[in-house]
């Protein structure tokens, strides 16, 4: 009787071990599948799109560009650009002027002499090109006044850029002389850009006058 019930116990414990051996429990540690990509998610960019968009051109800014002989040109040009919250250029001769070089009255000095051969006019400069010209809409382009025209040093800067598209402002500098005919000339050599009337300036002229000349100009792309 006894081999028997512990034969019965045997059975029963063999049933409940293959019961227990059947129970899925991996179910409750199976990944969840991938969400799938909504319809609505946008796509990106393409390469395309993306180059069009960083070539377009921010525009709308303004440069002022200027050489100056004794500083009078470079302190006009200053308070433009202060006032306009321009960027600014120097025209620099890759052969600075000296003083000596600057003395008119003397027959025999460098400007002298340059202004009597226009052969010898032709001023090499350190840059005659600026970067991202393309970005200006509006250039002043500053300069003394010599023997009634623009300080030839400008020169190289007009004939090596284009200016279509671009609306030009001229301003001079002298002791006595006026602005004479210096930007219908500079804008003939140009042969481009939309050239407005130019302004002249005493030496040792206020800031005050060069902002409200400024201020007082409705063609400036800001």
């Not at 560009?65 to 500083?71: C, L």
């Not at 930007?183 to 409200?212: C, H, N």
Request: aromatic share 8%; hydrophobic share 35%; proline share 4%.
């Amino acid at each position: 009787m006894k081999k028997l019930i512990a034969l019965l116990l045997s059975l029963m414990l063999v049933f409940s071990l293959a019961a227990c051996g059947n129970n899925p429990q991996a179910a409750e540690t199976e990944p969840a599948t991938s969400t799938p990509v909504s319809e609505e998610t946008q796509e990106p960019e393409t390469s395309e799109e993306t180059e069009a968009a960083d070539t377009e051109s921010t525009g709308g800014k303004t440069l002022v560009v200027y050489y100056s002989a004794s500083g009078n040109t470079e302190n006009v040009s200053n308070v433009i650009a202060k006032t306009l919250g321009a960027d600014l250029f120097e025209l620099e001769p890759v052969e600075p002027y000296s003083n000596d070089d600057l003395n008119w009255t003397n027959d025999d000095s460098r400007v002298t002499r340059e202004h009597e051969n226009e052969d010898e006019r032709d001023v090499e400069l350190v840059s005659a090109t600026v970067d991202n010209w393309s970005e200006y809409d509006t250039v002043f382009i500053g300069y003394p006044i010599w023997w009634g025209i623009a300080a030839w040093p400008v020169d190289e800067f007009i004939e090596t850029n284009d200016f279509t598209g671009k609306t030009v402002i001229p301003f001079a500098t002298s002791a006595s002389s006026g602005m004479g005919q210096s930007g219908e000339l500079l804008a003939e050599m140009a042969g481009t850009g939309d050239w407005q009337e130019g302004q002249r300036f005493r030496s040792g002229i206020s800031e005050s006058d060069v902002t409200a000349w400024v201020e007082s100009l409705e063609k400036i792309t800001l």
